[in-house]
Nanobody
Framework: QVQLVESGGGLVQAGGSLRLSCAFSGPTFRNYAMGWFRQAPGKEREFVAATSRSGDNTDYADSVKGRFTISRDNAKNTVYLQLNLLNAEDTAVYYC??????????????????WGQGTQVTVSS
């Protein structure tokens, strides 16, 4: 049984930074691609970033490229999302997600089976 617990959200001023963490519990973290998604009020949940099983391959939504960085520590069963140069449009609930993949280099943007409860990020302008 996979469980994901996010932390690190909060209130930050525009231009500021936050680091989100997602703790994974369950079988063999390194067999899962990991992703971050977000959902703003009144909008659908959208892809933000993802990383392959090893962390060597990553993908980002165009809206966050150059500002956000996803990384993972397979020794700690944790995936991170560093958020820099935040703006009001980044305000959302951020969700961590896991997907079991057989190909190590795959970086999926859809098809995630496991989700965390979310952490709120609020950017004040």
């Amino acid at each position: 049984q996979v469980q994901l617990v996010e932390s690190g959200g909060g209130l930050v001023q525009a231009g500021g930074s936050l680091r989100l963490s997602c703790a994974f519990s369950g079988p063999t973290f390194r067999n899962y691609a990991m992703g971050w998604f977000r959902q703003a009020p009144g909008k659908e949940r959208e892809f933000v970033a993802a990383t392959s099983r090893s962390g060597d391959n990553t993908d980002y939504a165009d809206s966050v490229k150059g500002r956000f960085t996803i990384s993972r520590d397979n020794a700690k069963n944790t995936v991170y999302l560093q958020l820099n140069l935040l703006n009001a449009e980044d305000t959302a609930v951020y969700y961590c997600a896991a997907r079991l993949v057989s190909v190590p280099i795959v970086v999926p943007t859809t098809g995630y089976a496991y989700w965390g409860q979310g952490t709120q990020v609020t950017v004040s302008s």
